[in-house]
T-cell receptor, first 112, second 115 residues
Framework: AQSVTQLGNHVSVSEGALVLLRCNYS??????LFWYVQYPNQGLQLLLK??????LVKGINGFEAEFKKSETSFHLTKPSAHMSDAAEYFC??????????FGTGTRLTVIP | KAGVTQTPRYLIKTRGQQVTLSCSPI?????VSWYQQTPGQGLQFLFE???????NKGNFPGRFSGRQFSNSRSEMNVSTLELGDSALYLC??????????????FGPGTRLLVL
């Protein structure tokens, strides 16, 4: 069965510090993995996606994620946090039927 | 290119009423999916429409239904509203190839409050 686990409901980092948001997947078939960001009172915006072309995926706003099959992980990182990165981040796995299965989300707070 | 639009943005209803939400996809996109977002259950898939046909369905009661028109616009209907239906309803559009790598683009959502 498909499942996505995001470790940590809330992560706080200082401005300029490394951002690391964790995501583990459980899929019996090769996964298609996505990271979305949601700002307050808005919909979801795609940050990046993994489609097996490359294990290191670069996204928008300086974010990247590395797919590690041996660890069943797809953690999201950014070298230097900016105040504008404060938002909620969702990791998701998608079946071939346009059905995104989301993790519970991680709220990122950036401390000035 | 215009993004996904949803109307209305906010809605207040009372228990027992019904509600219809609308979603206009990105031009050229033929698939529309609907999701419910609540603090308790998170983001959950409701259903997906492609070429006016429901192609996939999540685990929601029959009170939740939808349809898609020939121009790919979609509506979602919830009948006999319950307090627990209060949520942000998001729609997403995509080209509709149903490949697992296809990107879904989300609208801003409709926030429904049931009193």
């Amino acid at each position: 069965a498909q499942s996505v686990t995001q470790l940590g409901n809330h992560v706080s980092v200082s401005e300029g510090a490394l951002v690391l948001l964790r995501c583990n997947y459980s899929s019996s078939v090769p996964p298609y993995l996505f990271w979305y960001v949601q700002y307050p009172n808005q919909g979801l915006q795609l940050l990046l996606k993994y489609t097996s072309a490359a294990t290191l995926v670069k996204g928008i706003n300086g974010f990247e994620a590395e797919f590690k099959k041996s660890e069943t992980s797809f953690h999201l990182t950014k070298p230097s946090a900016h105040m504008s990165d404060a938002a909620e981040y969702f990791c998701a796995d998608q079946t071939g039927a346009n059905n995104l299965f989301f993790g519970t989300g991680t709220r990122l707070t950036v401390i000035p | 290119k215009a993004g996904v639009t949803q109307t209305p943005r906010y809605l207040i209803k009372t228990r027992g009423q019904q509600v219809t939400l609308s979603c206009s996809p990105i031009s050229g996109h033929r698939s529309v999916s609907w999701y419910q977002q609540t603090p308790g259950q998170g983001l959950q898939f409701l259903f997906e429409y492609f070429s006016e046909t429901q192609r996939n369905k999540g685990n929601f009661p029959g009170r939740f239904s939808g349809r898609q028109f020939s121009n790919s616009r979609s509506e979602m209907n919830v009948s006999t509203l319950e307090l627990g239906d209060s949520a942000l309803y998001l729609c997403a559009s995509s080209r509709g190839t149903a490949g697992g790598d296809e990107t879904q683009y989300f609208g801003p959502g409709t926030r429904l409050l049931v009193l």
